[in-house]
């Protein structure tokens, strides 16, 4: 984004409104608000909110090409990503796996999303998660658009986008129920290395009795299932039934 100097009276109402910090008064030139660029997720938040009184919120050039537009793709969830066709951050929804069948009987589905308002993530922190996960062999969402930016063979993603700073991503995996905890011990162990915070959901189906079998997986890894996380469930016919 970049704001047109010759609107901007320096109000400063747009300020807090930027999820990434990026947004300041120069006290050189207290008339006028900036934008530092390499904070900057290309959310377009300030311009889509209509905050500024004198519309002075533009895009600039460079958030149309790559590999900054990538920013804005990840960031502005208005924005559809071209090979998978879905705007924001991962896929339409991995969550209500009763219905899509996505996650199949004997395995279990993983969710990491790096990053949130203010703090952002970077492709140099995920890449330290997905070539560690590929490594252990786990399946990574087709559809997902960061499969769709990473080596087939490595999981590492072109060294251009290793610092380009999104507000988010997610990424979605499944594994077999067998090596689960064996994954998701390399993912906290990774969880150490990175620069930025990520949270985890777990997909997995009910047993036959209406019990959570992946609880007590989750406990003896020293996770415990808190009485007000959040559970999803699918409804509606199933698409798949294995």
């Known amino acids: 984004m970049k704001i047109d100097s010759s609107k901007c009276t320096g109000c400063g109402e747009c300020v807090p409104y930027c999820p990434a910090e990026a947004i300041f008064l120069r006290p050189e030139e207290p008339d006028h608000a900036a934008i530092r660029e390499e904070s900057c997720f290309e959310c377009g938040l300030c311009r889509r909110l209509d905050i500024c009184p004198v519309s002075a919120f533009e895009e600039s050039e460079a958030t149309s ?5 990538i920013r804005a793709l990840f960031s502005d969830p208005n924005r559809p990503h071209d090979k998978t066709l879905i705007p924001g951050r991962g896929t339409e929804e991995s969550k209500t796996n009763d219905v899509t069948g996505r996650i199949r009987r004997n395995e279990i589905g993983i969710c990491i999303e790096f990053g949130r308002p203010g703090i952002g993530c970077t492709f140099q922190d995920i890449s330290l998660m997905t ?10 969402c087709e559809n997902n658009p960061l499969t769709t930016l ?3 063979e490595t999981g590492l993603f072109p060294e251009e986008l290793n610092h380009q700073r999104i507000l ?5 995996i499944r594994v077999a129920t067998d090596a ?16 930025t915070v990520f949270s985890l959901g777990v997909i997995g189906r009910y047993g036959d ?7 007590g997986r989750l406990e003896r890894l020293g996770i415990t299932v808190a009485p007000n996380a959040k559970t999803n469930f699918g409804l509606g016919r199933p698409l798949c039934e294995e």
């Open 65 to 69: 090409s790559y590999p900054r537009l």
């Open 131 to 140: 070539t560690r996960l590929k490594r252990k062999g786990v399946a990574f």
């Open 150 to 152: 990473m080596d087939e």
């Open 168 to 172: 988010s991503s997610i990424l979605e």
């Open 180 to 195: 689960f905890e064996e994954v998701m011990g390399e993912v906290l162990e990774v969880g150490k290395e990175i620069d």
């Open 209 to 215: 009795k209406g019990d959570l079998p992946i609880q």
